[in-house]
């Protein structure tokens, strides 16, 4: 996924995206820095004494990046983005900072009059893309990224807090979420060739004695509340994580994060509850991978990574966000 975040110049778009960054653990892109390094130009602006970019190559660059993503630019709304944050400043506050940069007067007048016709709202609108603003006037970068870190979790693209799940929403995530099979040996046959991660203590233990080791898995060590004795002695790089019954907590989120970012398999040992993890392993997991868990007395939910997958993940955590 990609959040891309814009505005007119000296709205504070770096040093936000840079916090943000921080916040979410998403890797951060500057459109600027990278057109420098691969020199991606299509010519020069004699008038305004700068280098043209070359569009097209940048929107290539960024198509090779996998996993989450936060571009940075007064342009980055022109590349394809799942989120675009407008960040927005008083014309005044955008003369200071022209100030403090050293920009010449003609620039920053520009500048700020670019601000008052929003000029770049209007051309993130007509991307199609979802698009929100975030005032930074009189807020520090970081007050800035958490406002957008809220936004991205009001939009299902993250968790920035812990979130409770409300009582209507326990109901739909019973249901199953993607295909499901009477036993794990049909599950694993339909998930065979991916990258499989398992969200459960029986589930993952069945596929430890099938001899399929998943990317990475999520136990708690009760099944049904009780217990559960059997061990899986795979050697896996251990990471906990807090997650109360009847939360997602950010903790878990990030730790399926790190799961991802390993270069080993890993253990996500839940301190609580690890029955919501799939939800979150849903939306991060990444192409050629899949998510199994069980369900009470009706089976092993099997999902294939995909749009499909990412789509319906995100539209649940977006309907818990919303009752926050």
Known sequence: MIVAITGTPATGKTSAARELSKITGWPLVSLNDLAEKKGLYAGSDRKRKCRIVDIRAIRREIGKTGGNLIIESHYAHEIKSDLVIVLRANPSEIRKRGSRKGWPKEKTEENVQAEIMEEILAEARRSGATVREVDTTGKSPRQSAEEIGEIMQSEGLCIVRDLKIPEHMREKLREPLGVLFKDMEKAAR??????????????????????????????????????FEKKIEFDYLKIGAKNPAGYITRDLWMAVERALKSGRPVRIVVDGEEDMAA??????????????????????????????????GVELLRGIASHQ
């Open 190 to 227: 339909y998930l065979r060739g991916t990258e499989i991660i398992s969200v459960g203590d029986h589930v993952s233990y069945s596929l430890y004695e099938m001899g399929v080791k998943p990317r990475f898995f999520v136990t708690d060590g009760l099944v049904r509340r009780k217990p």
């Open 279 to 312: 939800l979150p392993c849903m939306i991060l997991a990444g192409k050629g991978m899949s998510v199994v868990y069980g369900l009470f007395d009706r089976g092993v939910c099997a999902i294939k990574s995909g749009p499909d997958m990412r789509r319906k």
